[in-house]
C-alpha cells in the first residue's frame, strides 16, 4: 500500500505539450505540496494544499496550474511544456510540519 | 529568514569508515530538524527528526543531536556500508513557516 503515489514515474514529451503528474495519498493528511527538483538535486516548494485550498505558489510559471479535487488529491498541470521544465517534480503529504513530509517516489519530466 | 547550511559533497569513504556530514541552521523560532535521505531513483524518505534543544534522532544507525548553542543537527554514522550510498538533506520546520525548508543535499559515495 504506497502512501503517497505519483504517476506517471516517466514522462517525455515534446515542448509545447500540455502534460499532467497525478498524485494521491492515502494517509490522511490535510496537505500536499509540489516540488521541484534540479539536476544538482536542489529541492525547491512550487505549491502546497490544505484540504483543498491553495496556501503556498511560489514564483512559478503561470503555465503551471495545480488542482486538488479533494484532500487526498493533488494533480499538477503544465502548459506549452519548455526544456527548462525538464527536472523531477516531487509530491509530498503532511499532517504537521513537526511531523515531517511522506514523498512520493517522484516523476522525471523530460522535454525534448 | 530560515535557511538551512550543510557541507557540500560528494563525500567519499570506505567501507566501515565513520561518517559525519555536518549541518548547521538560522532560524527565528524553535524549529523541528530533519534528516532526509533519497537513494538513487527514489523519492525523500524522512531518516530522524528532532523537535527541541539536545534532543537525539536516531534511525539505521545514523544519529543526530539538536544543539541550539551551535545552531546545529550534524548526522553521524559509526560504520557506513555500501548501501548508505545517497544524497542526504538537512531541513527545517519553524511553527511560523508553512513549509519544510531543504539543504541543498550532500551525495555520499561508500566504496567496498
Known amino acids: 500500500d504506497t502512501a503517497v503515489s505519483q504517476t506517471p514515474k516517466y514522462l517525455v514529451t515534446q515542448m509545447g505539450n500540455d502534460k499532467s503528474i497525478k498524485c494521491e495519498q492515502n494517509?490522511?493528511?490535510?496537505?500536499m505540496y509540489w516540488y521541484k527538483q534540479d539536476s544538482k538535486k536542489f529541492l525547491k516548494i512550487m505549491f502546497s494544499?490544505?484540504?483543498?485550498?491553495?496556501?503556498i505558489n511560489e514564483t512559478v510559471p503561470n503555465r503551471f496550474s495545480p488542482k486538488s479535487p479533494d484532500k487526498a488529491h493533488l494533480n499538477l498541470h503544465i502548459n506549452s511544456l519548455e526544456l527548462g521544465d525538464s527536472a523531477v517534480y516531487f509530491c509530498?503529504?503532511?499532517?504537521?510540519?513537526?511531523?515531517?513530509?511522506?514523498f512520493g517516489s517522484g516523476t522525471r519530466l523530460t522535454v525534448v | 529568514g530560515n535557511s538551512v547550511t550543510q557541507m557540500e559533497g560528494p563525500v567519499t569513504l570506505s567501507e566501515e569508515a565513520f561518517l559525519t556530514i555536518n549541518c548547521t541552521y538560522t532560524?527565528?523560532?524553535?524549529?523541528?530538524l530533519f534528516w532526509y535521505v533519497q537513494y538513487p531513483g527514489e523519492g525523500l524518505q524522512l531518516l530522524l527528526k528532532?523537535?527541541?534543544?539536545?534532543d537525539k534522532g536516531s534511525n539505521k544507525g545514523f544519529e543526530a543531536t539538536y544543539r541550539k548553542e551551535t545552531t546545529s543537527f550534524h548526522l553521524e554514522k559509526g560504520s557506513v556500508q555500501v548501501s548508505d550510498s545517497a544524497v542526504y538533506f538537512c531541513?527545517?520546520?519553524?511553527?511560523?513557516?508553512?513549509?519544510?525548508?531543504f539543504g541543498k543535499g550532500t551525495r555520499l559515495h561508500i566504496l567496498p
Open positions: 509530498a503529504s503532511s499532517q504537521g510540519l513537526i511531523y515531517g513530509y511522506t
Open positions: 494517509l490522511g493528511h490535510d496537505t
Open positions: 494544499y490544505n484540504n483543498k485550498e491553495l496556501i
Open positions: 532560524a527565528t523560532g524553535y524549529p523541528s
Open positions: 528532532a523537535t527541541k534543544a539536545d
Open positions: 531541513a527545517l520546520s519553524d511553527r511560523r513557516d508553512d513549509k519544510i525548508i
